[in-house]
């Protein structure tokens, strides 16, 4: 369950960019990786414990944030109207740069963040033992849909975007500064992949390589769950994690293939997904 | 977009091309036999792409998988199966051909982002399964040491026969773009609502193109493990396809030979930056992002459009 909350905020963030901005991000994946990685350096800067696991799972966002900043309005900002293939193409060109950045300035090796003591343990939930650090996990997840609902659909920046999403020709002729509408969509989006990374880094080793499959399991998300739907978003993300679970569980070596497998299914009878997409 | 033949300047280039390769074995050290082994395998795998890709307008986002099939359907039933090589051979593309006739018909319902998204999921299927199956695919170790008969176990002789299949292909695949079958598909590409007005069957269309292309994908899977006498899951990986698809944008997707340059330029440029630099996907991905800014219709495209301003004829016959 654990799992299901990272690849829930993690395909948050991409559904969203998906729906609003029409890019499919392959780079979601790298920032993912990056805000890990900055999340294991920050938390080394507080010398680890309890302070340096908050601040690096409060500020490691942020920087991703800003990086995606720089990045939407130095390049993607240009090139909006180019075809989806392109789009594609291009957050691949920077996966593969964001990729070896990390491979320069971290290097190859397995780190780990430190959980404060607070987190470390399990706590007996209807007899089982479960680790406290999962619960919280499984907390936060549902906080971040409502969050996220929140921010769609009660404040004023939420309902330019999905209007932007439907008729983007038509916010602008209202008045609304579509370009940067966009940019806040798209930080927004990153922000939640650097979460991803953030709070994911004390449970797996943070190394080269967790973006790969991390961005396929969150595209296969955000495809069975409906392109740019965050409630579809969820419902891919506890169906993608509960067949690996289940899985791993009933034939171990083959336990990957499970979801996969689901994800085959649902698409065979409901090719654009379970909920109703924004495209 | 016209038809157009290859013309006398165009063909002569191929010939001299054709005939280069054929000496080269004679005068370049072993290594750079099999770089260029490596560049037509690459390159057939890009162009099998580009059939679907970009004559048929088709978001085929995970060829890779074909190549991957291919390669394994011929490492297995070599070394498992204990079958003759040569049998080997036929069995992985006709694997690959069959694998891309399921999936085909399983995407070909769909259209544009969506059939590329459910291909991608297909595919990812598929490698799971070659990734944990270790008893018999052995695994993400992959296969190793598959042995080839005497006559094209050298690095010469496997880089002779990677030379006459590819040529073989290439001649088969541009017989097909040139078919009332292939004019029918760019048809479709450029206009699928009018092409099924006149009564063309769109969906069988595709899959026929989808098979074909993944015919010529295992038959690439196939010389790589003449070249590299091995197979791993890596082949069916998503990034993989990727790279191809980056081969067939940097070379031009819109001709014909585009994806062959593309692949000779990916895979030269990745052994030379490799000896100086361990940041080549550093270097990839920053010649992506400026063939996407700068030359969309990749390098072959410019200098047809160039050639063209001049009042030359467009060499590599211009789909």
């Known amino acids: 369950m654990s799992r299901t909350t990272i690849l829930f905020i993690v395909a948050s963030g991409l559904t969203l960019i998906l ?32 302070t340096g696991f908050w601040m690096a799972v409060a500020l490691a966002p942020f920087a991703v944030a800003l990086l995606s900043l720089a990045v939407e309005r130095g390049i ?58 999962n619960l919280f996990l ?54 939640l992949a650097g979460l991803g990374g953030a709070l994911v880094s004390p449970i797996v080793n943070v190394t080269l390589g967790m973006d790969h499959t991390l ?3 969150a595209f296969l998300i955000v495809i069975i769950g409906g392109l740019g ?28 293939v499970f979801p996969y497998a689901a994800v085959v299914t649902v698409l065979i009878f409901r090719p654009t997904g379970l909920l109703k997409s924004t495209w | 977009m016209a038809t157009k033949n290859i013309h006398g300047r165009e063909s002569w280039f191929v010939l001299v091309l054709f005939i280069l390769l054929l000496v080269f074995p004679l005068i370049l050290a072993r290594f750079y036999i099999y770089l260029l082994a490596l560049i037509l395998v690459s390159g057939l795998a890009a162009m099998s792409l580009n059939l679907v890709l970009g004559y048929g307008g088709i978001y085929q986002f995970h060829h890779a998988v074909f190549y991957g099939v291919g390669a394994y359907g011929t490492a297995l039933t070599i070394t498992k199966l204990g079958y003759s090589p040569w049998i080997g051979f036929l069995v992985g593309p006709l694997l690959a051909a069959f694998v891309s006739l399921v999936m085909g018909a399983i995407c070909v319902r769909l259209s544009k982002l969506y059939f590329g998204m ?32 005497a006559l094209i176990g050298s690095t010469t002789g496997s880089y002779y026969f990677a030379l006459f299949v590819t040529a073989a292909c290439l001649m088969a695949m541009y017989l097909i773009v040139k078919s009332p079958f292939g004019s029918a598909l760019q048809g479709i590409r450029d206009n699928p609502v009018r092409s099924e007005a006149v009564g063309v069957n769109v969906k069988l269309h595709q899959l026929v193109a989808l098979v074909i292309a993944g015919f010529f994908a295992g038959m690439a899977g196939v010389l790589f493990v003449v070249v590299d006498n091995s197979a791993f899951p890596d082949m069916l990986f998503w ?41 080549w996907t550093l270097i990839q991905g920053a010649i992506l992002m400026l063939v996407i800014i700068f030359l969309p219709e990749g390098v072959l495209g410019y200098v047809n459009a160039k050639f063209k301003q001049l009042g030359n004829l467009a060499f590599g016959g211009k789909a």
């Open chain 1, 215 to 217: 961005i396929m399991e």
């Open chain 2, 118 to 149: 459910l291909q991608i999921s297909l595919g990812s299927l598929v490698w799971a399964i070659v990734y944990r199956w270790y008893s018999f695919t052995g695994g993400d170790d992959g296969i190793h040491g598959v042995s080839m008969p």
């Open chain 1, 138 to 191: 499984v907390i936060i997840g549902p906080v971040v849909a409502l969050g996220l609902w929140l921010l769609a659909n009660k404040t004023k920046i939420g309902k330019i975007s999905r209007a932007a999403a439907v008729d983007r020709e038509m916010v602008g002729a209202v008045g609304v500064n579509v370009s940067w509408v966009f940019a806040i969509v798209f930080v927004i989006g990153c922000f």
């Open chain 1, 19 to 50: 729906g609003v901005l029409r890019i499919p991000n392959i780079a979601h994946g790298s920032l993912y990786m990056i805000g890990a990685f900055i999340a294991f350096s920050i938390s080394k800067w507080f010398g680890g414990g309890t």
């Open chain 2, 239 to 279: 990034t993989l396809s990727l790279e191809i698809l980056i081969m067939c944008l940097l070379g031009g997707w819109l001709t014909f030979l585009g994806p062959m340059l593309g692949a000779a330029i990916m895979v030269a440029l990745r052994t030379f930056a490799s000896t100086f630099t361990e940041y």
């Open chain 1, 229 to 256: 739907n965050v409630w579809g978003a969820l419902l891919g993300a506890l169906i993608f994690g509960l067949t690996q679970s289940l899985g791993i569980l009933i034939w171990p070596q083959f336990g990957i």
């Open chain 1, 76 to 133: 993607f900002a240009h090139l909006y109207e180019r075809e989806h293939l392109m789009l594609l193409l291009l957050t691949f060109s920077f996966a593969l740069i964001l990729g070896d950045l990390v491979k320069m300035v971290w290097g190859g090796e397995y780190r780990t963040v430190q959980l404060p003591g607070s987190f470390k343990g399990p706590i007996p939930v209807a007899s089982l033992p479960i680790p406290i650090y």
